[in-house]
């Protein structure tokens, strides 16, 4: 059973993105506030108060009931409402006949109730505010909200007439009037601020998802650019080359096989240009890895610490190490709710070691592996004779360790120097 209730949180909650948390709490919101004012504004007054004969009571009972069904047909409704205000999904036609056909039975009901009951008029006002409020909070999201407050100062205006003239009172009236707009007012703003606190949470979303397609398509038009550097030239070379030899062939010149040979020559240092581009592009920077993690952990609400020394490693080193940091600042951000995440690195007895530590984990979890990503992290620690641990740290922590072993280090060998101190 609570297997299945953490399985259940981790599914409607850590799997999601902030945004669609954001949306989450602010439904829920929407759904339990109408039931909040039903049960102080309306059901306890009502229980509270006299009632002085069998009719009152069916109309007290009536209200509460047709309140009940008030929030339940709200709370159904508060899903597509908001899609139709995201812009998701076209709200059909008929969506709200129920949902403002029971406001107008309720509203009736409740003017019988506060006319026969002229010594409790504060019953009356509260249950005119709840059923105000309830419809409100939906039909803010359906329709401009210049149209809204036109349409509820024009309920307004009626519910002030009839009130009054049911108690023949001008001081009612005007009562019945500020709590109508009051209601209205507030359901208005509530609903609107939310909504549009919303929208843009999700167009921020989308806009980091363009953003991270934008760098991807960067990222492919300069290796793009790089590989035709190198290529073109030798290409245009090649097949020139390529043709002369032919050309000397056919006309039996020995020419043509310094040409070829020519050829051949171009081509392998065209397979080693290749190989260099590649290579540069594979490798990733220690010190650029580190503070990039730190920045996008950082950005994502997470605490990490970095500490250690970044320079002074080897090439390859580094670069195996900037992987290590690149897939766990990763699975930090996709696995589990951390909060904090420190990264250690360290070089001592001729080995350097680098330590990714964060917290969050559910009891149970792996933090994000076994995985492809971290198989691919073993090979490639594996080619420089490193290895790779990982694991539970703890109550709810996880820790990701990786050990290289550095090459004797040559008399020009650059002392390490803090990370604090390297320019980025």
Known sequence: ??????????????????????????????????????????????VAGHHDGVAETVLSASLVLGSALQCATGNRLVRPVLDHYLG???LPGRALRAAAGLPAGQLAVIGVLHACRPADPSTGRMALGATL????????????????????????????????????????????????????LFSLLAARCGAWTLSVLWEAERAREVEARLAVAEERLRFGRDLHDVMGRNLAVIALKAELAVQLAQRGRPEAVAQMTEVQRLARESQREVRAVVRGYREADLHAELA?????????????????????????????????????????????DARSCSVTLRVANGRAELSVENDGVPEGGTGGGPGTGLVGLRERLAELDGTLRAGPAGRGRFRLTAEVPLPPAGPSAPLPRPLSEVPS
């Not at 989450?24 to 039931?35: A, D, E, G, R």
């Not at 407050?149 to 023949?168: D, E, H, K, S």
């Not at 950005?299 to 900037?322: F, K, M, N, R, W």
Request: aromatic share 10%.
């Open 1 to 46: 059973m609570i297997a299945r209730m953490r399985d259940f949180q981790r599914r409607t909650w850590h799997e999601r993105s902030k945004a669609a948390r954001v949306e989450l709490q602010s439904v829920l919101t929407w759904c339990v506030t109408p039931w909040v004012f039903w049960a102080f504004w309306l059901v306890l007054p009502l």
């Open 88 to 90: 998701r999904a076209p």
């Open 133 to 184: 409020l309830t419809f409100g909070l939906l039909y803010g999201l359906v329709v401009p909200p210049r149209v809204f407050v036109r349409r509820a100062a024009v309920c307004t205006a009626v519910l002030m007439a009839v009130y009054g003239l049911a108690r023949a009172d001008v001081t009612e009236s005007l009562v019945t009037g500020v709590l109508a707009a009051f209601a209205t």
């Open 292 to 336: 990039g993690a730190q920045g996008v952990l950082a950005a994502a609400g997470i605490d990490c610490a970095v500490s250690g020394s970044a320079a002074g490693l080897p090439g390859p080193v580094q670069s195996a190490l900037g992987w290590v940091v690149r897939e766990a600042a990763t699975n930090v951000l996709r696995h589990g």
